[in-house]
């Protein structure tokens, strides 16, 4: 594994833990200024300020906890693609039953400042439904 892949697999591991933890300015130094995120059914979200909005609301209903596999990394120079499983688990705060979604994502990153950062990202998560 090169140095370049393991500083992305980092930046996944700081994604999930920062996000369980709420802490949106650790995910936000995550990702581009320009980001750009497609989800099922949904206009693009472009930039920070625009996923920041998103996942705050998100925050303030409940908790997000997930696992993310990293199941391909390419690295071209300063640009690097990925294509991971996640699932996701939102909890509401006000009780309730969970909401699971599973699915897969394909990020294209950048190196800005000698880190690499989310520029794009196909978030193609599907909500699981229980089994009966």
């Known amino acids: 594994m090169t140095g370049d892949e393991t500083a992305i697999r980092e930046l996944v591991a700081t994604w999930m ?3 369980k933890e709420g802490d949106m300015r650790s995910v936000l130094e995550l990702m581009t200024d320009d980001v750009v995120f497609l989800t099922c ?3 693009p979200m472009a930039g920070r300020v625009a996923f920041e909005t998103a996942a705050r609301s ?3 209903t409940g908790t ?3 696992k993310s596999q990293i199941d391909e990394i390419c690295v071209l120079g300063d640009w690097a693609w990925m294509r991971t499983t996640l699932t996701v688990t939102m909890t509401p705060s006000a009780g309730g039953t969970p909401v ?3 699915g897969n994502t394909l990020s294209v990153l950048r190196r ?3 880190k690499w950062r989310i520029a794009r990202d196909a ?3 599907t909500v699981v439904t229980p089994e009966a």
Do not use: H, V
């Open 112 to 114: 800005e400042g000698g």
């Open 17 to 19: 833990r920062a996000t």
């Open 100 to 102: 699971r979604r599973s």
């Open 123 to 125: 978030n193609m998560l």
């Open 41 to 43: 059914g949904n206009p």
């Open 58 to 60: 998100g925050i303030r």
């Open 64 to 66: 997000i906890d997930g």
